[in-house]
């Protein structure tokens, strides 16, 4: 048996033990069986675990797979080499056995519910209803139909961009499932919505990528150097993600910091936070000697301490996935629909001094935020360091936009955004029309390609080499065609608000966030095609650039009318959920919301319109100075004048008769 085979045996025994003692020290494992209650027996009672257990590990493993393919080994321009195309081979394989598992959670779940047996349920009606009309279902339905999806893909990519697209696909698998389980329930469902998102992410990337990393050095396969000191960089930020988002996570579950050593919930996740300092250790320790080893010839050292790192990572998985069958602890909540809804408490009565105080931390553009902000600053930093200059408009206009997009998504405004509909209207309209103007005039591309260095290797993709490659591709020329960019901006604020879209997403955090991003990134690429700094596959000369300015902006007005002249509410249901006893009615408030519509775009018209007279003087004023050396290099004028003054010259020559 290869040694690969063995790390892979003794990982898989590593995470069932951690799950079995898990779930007996959880109390699953041996519940109270109550005389006269359905109850589905030890076969589901295990075998839900147990395949939830198979589905995370494969779906870890395919993003791994899939990592190490686009991102840590080097490629020659984009396509991939022997070894990369193996691992992509090979991720085809793991996503079958991750739609295998999730197809076995669903027929255990659906045993589970209904309190029978696996023999009981397998009738084409009860697996139906269960994977299509229930929350859970649903979920590992999703898993299962993007699994064979990416399985069946997979065969066919060959290059580092389709790996990387499989990659984004497999980490969006694997959220559907966590994220309908305790999380979902949790009285803080926004803020355990978002760190368990941003938890599983950061760990997938970082469990996968060192599985594969270590099967790489035991199969003794070339460019485990490179590999190792890529991984070694991503892992330090992956470690920081789990542990802030873990951080977060128990937060929103606990009523009390004493939870975690009088509950079963609380003492699971004492054992995991135990595994996730010792992996920090490890990787301490990676970092400090076998790196150096394996730079000077001596891989071995490598691969024990990798395999070693690989058996505690996969049993903290084990006692992941105990952690998620056993329930949080009980503690008193406001017996109040708002607070169900919302996570908070209804806000009192609509302030500027409450909109300026009640600030809402919301994590995931917290964390957006505070990433936009620390890559510019670095990249800023790093170009004053090497004593090339930067226009300190540009930071300041970048900052300026954060600033504006942190006031958006974390203050009153946020709170109240989700109660009125007038509210709602104005942090619309500044994430979509204010914040990307300062965004995009902050020039972040041309600061990265200024500020990152081309790939050691000559033909690899390093990040530098990722952006101009997305630049230049078909996707990124197709939604930036100013007709691309003016229908997404335009057409989808009337699909949002005029279909049941907007109701849906508000009711969902996900969908909360999705509408949101949605918000931020259609104003970043409309105001791109027309006021951007930065270089693009479709750059439109300044008239047309006013031209398709002022031809958008009357569909905001005309979307403000039309909301103003409306009979009905719209998202009527989650509104009078709410139960909002004062301020203005809903309906009073979604005229409002149509004024502000109507005329909020007043103001980055006129941001635009000035952003567009400064670069149209400069633009002509380095043409100018550009014809100017020319000459002055040539000895020769300005084409254009020469023969103007050679037409004036023939001129006078004819009206003296010579």
Not at 123 to 151: C, E, K, N, P
Not at 306 to 318: D, H, N, S, V, Y
Not at 648 to 657: Q, T, W
Request: net charge positive; hydrophobic share 55%; glycine share 10%.
């Amino acid at each position: 048996m290869s040694r690969a085979a063995r790390l892979a045996l003794a990982g898989a025994a590593a995470a069932v033990v951690a799950l079995v003692i898990g779930m007996i020290a959880g109390g699953r494992a041996f519940p109270r069986i109550i005389p006269g209650l359905p109850d589905s027996g030890a076969v589901v009672r295990w075998g839900l675990p147990l395949s939830k257990l198979l589905m995370d590990a494969s779906g870890v493993v395919t993003v791994g797979l899939l990592l190490m393919a686009a991102t840590l080994l080097p490629n020659d321009k984009g396509v991939l080499g022997k070894s990369a195309l193996d691992y992509v081979k090979a991720s085809s394989w793991a996503a079958l056995t991750w739609a295998g598992a999730a197809f076995l959670s669903i027929l255990f779940g659906a045993a589970e519910s209904i309190g029978r047996t696996v023999p009981q349920v397998l009738d084409r009606a009860i697996l139906t209803s269960y994977a299509t009309q229930t929350t859970q279902g649903v979920a590992l339905t999703l898993v299962v139909l993007f699994g064979v999806a990416i399985a069946l893909f997979s065969r066919g990519a060959i290059t580092a961009g389709a790996a990387a697209g499989l990659l984004v696909f497999a980490l969006a698998t694997l959220l559907p499932a966590p994220l309908t389980g305790h999380t979902s329930s949790s009285p803080n469902h926004d803020l355990a919505t978002s760190a368990v998102s941003l938890h599983l992410l950061a760990l997938a990337l970082w469990v996968g990528g060192l599985v594969v990393l270590a099967l790489h050095a035991l199969r003794r396969q070339p460019q485990l150097d490179v590999a190792a000191a890529r991984f070694s960089r991503l892992a330090l930020w992956c470690y920081a993600g789990v542990g802030v988002s873990g951080v977060f996570s128990l937060v929103a579950r606990l009523g009390a910091v004493s939870d975690l050593w009088t509950s079963e919930y609380g003492l699971l996740a004492l054992a995991k936070i135990v595994a996730f300092v010792l992996l920090g250790y490890v990787g301490y320790w990676h970092r400090q000697r076998t790196l150096v080893d394996l730079d000077a010839g001596r891989p071995r050292a490598f691969a024990r301490l990798a395999g070693g790192e690989t058996l505690l990572m996969f049993a903290t998985i084990g006692v992941a996935v105990a952690l998620s069958r056993t329930p949080p602890p009980e503690f008193s909540i406001p017996a109040d629909r708002a607070f169900e809804l919302l996570g908070y408490p209804l806000p009192p009565p609509l302030t500027l001094g409450n909109v300026l105080a009640l600030w809402w931390f919301d994590l995931f553009f917290a964390v957006v935020a505070a990433v936009l902000a620390g890559l510019y600053g670095l990249g800023v930093h790093r170009l004053l360091r090497r004593g090339d200059r930067w226009p300190w408009m540009r930071t300041v206009s970048w900052f300026v936009g954060v600033a504006l997009l942190v006031f958006a998504t974390q203050s009153g405004l946020a709170r109240y955004a989700q109660v009125m509909f007038d509210l709602h209207m104005i942090e619309h309209m500044t994430l979509s029309m204010i914040v990307p103007i300062f965004l995009v005039l902050g020039g972040p591309v041309t600061l990265a390609l200024r500020a990152l260095k081309p790939a050691a290797r000559r033909g690899d993709r390093g990040p530098r080499e990722w952006i101009t490659t997305i630049l230049h591709s078909r996707f990124t020329k197709v939604i930036t065609h100013p007709a691309i960019a003016t229908a997404i901006f335009v057409a989808s604020t009337y699909a949002l608000y005029f279909t049941p879209l907007f109701e849906s997403a508000m009711k969902e955090h996900l969908g909360h966030i999705a509408m949101t991003l949605h918000f931020l990134i259609s104003g970043c690429l409309f105001f791109w095609v027309i006021i951007g700094i930065d270089p693009g596959p479709n750059r439109l000369p300044y008239v047309w650039r006013l031209l398709m300015l002022f031809v958008t902006m009357p569909f905001h007005a005309f979307f403000g009318i039309a909301l103003m002249m409306m009979g009905s509410v719209i998202a009527s249901g989650w509104y009078e959920q709410l139960g909002r006893t004062w301020g203005d009615t809903l309906l009073q408030t979604q005229r409002d919301g149509g004024a502000i519509a109507w005329g909020f775009g007043e103001i980055p018209t006129l941001i635009v319109l000035l952003a567009i007279a400064v670069q149209w003087y400069k633009d002509d004023d380095r043409q100018a100075r550009r014809a100017d050396r020319r000459a002055d290099r040539t000895g020769a004028g300005d084409p254009e004048l020469d023969s103007y003054n050679a037409y004036l010259a023939r001129l006078n020559r004819a009206d003296k008769g010579e």
